[in-house]
C-alpha cells in the first residue's frame, strides 16, 4: 500500500481491510459495520414498537384482568374447576399468572428495545425474532377479533393490541430487507 499523502483520512482500502489514519493504514477490525441511513430509524423504530408494546401489554393486564373478568371467561367457556380448589382460588391463580407472564413478555420487549437503542448489534438477531413472533401474533390474532365474547377484554383493547401486533410485520420486512441487502441494523461493512 502507498504511503500517498493525498489520501483522505478515513478512506478504505481497495481490499477493504485498512483505513487511512492520515498517517498510515490502520487494520479494520473484523466484522466491522458502518451505519447507513437505515440503521438508526431502524433501531428506534423497533425500540419504539417494543417498548409501547410492552407497556400496553403489562397495562392492559393490569387494568382489566379482573376478578370478574376471569369468572366471565370461564363462565362462557364452561370450563370445570379442579377438584379441591374454589372458584377465587382458581381465579385469583390465573391472574396472578397471567399478569406475571406479561410482565415477563413486556421485560423481554424492554431488553429489545434497549438494545437497539444503545445500537448493540447482536441485538438485531433478537429483535428480528421478537419482530417474526409479533407478526405471526398480528396474523393470528385476526381471527381473535371475530370471538371477543371469550377475551377478559374489552373489544379496543383487543384491537389496539392486534394493531400493535400488525405493525410488527412492516417492521419485520424493513429488517428483512435490511439484513439481506446491507447487514444487521442495515449497516453495512466499510468501504462498501
Known sequence: ??????????????????????TQW???PRGAREPTSWTRPMQLAAASLLA??????VA?????????????????SGSQLPQGSSEDQ??????????????????LELFGALGAVL???????????LMGLGSLGGVIGIF???RTGNSPFPIGVVILQELLSLAAIPMFVWMLIGV???GPWAMKRPGT
Open 26 to 28: 490502520v487494520p479494520i
Open 60 to 76: 392492559t393486564y393490569l387494568i382489566f384482568y379482573t376478578h370478574d373478568a376471569v369468572k366471565k371467561v370461564f363462565d362462557a
Open 144 to 146: 381473535g377479533l371475530f
Open 119 to 129: 445500537r448493540w448489534r447482536w441485538v438485531f438477531w433478537y429483535v428480528l425474532v
Open 1 to 22: 500500500m502507498s504511503q500517498n499523502p493525498s489520501t483522505a483520512v478515513g478512506q478504505v482500502s481497495a481490499d477493504g481491510q485498512f483505513r487511512w489514519d492520515g
Open 52 to 57: 409501547v408494546d410492552a407497556i400496553v401489554t
Open 180 to 182: 439481506i441487502t446491507r
Open 90 to 107: 382458581v381465579i385469583t391463580f390465573t391472574i396472578v399468572g397471567a399478569i406475571a407472564f406479561a410482565v415477563f413478555l413486556a421485560l
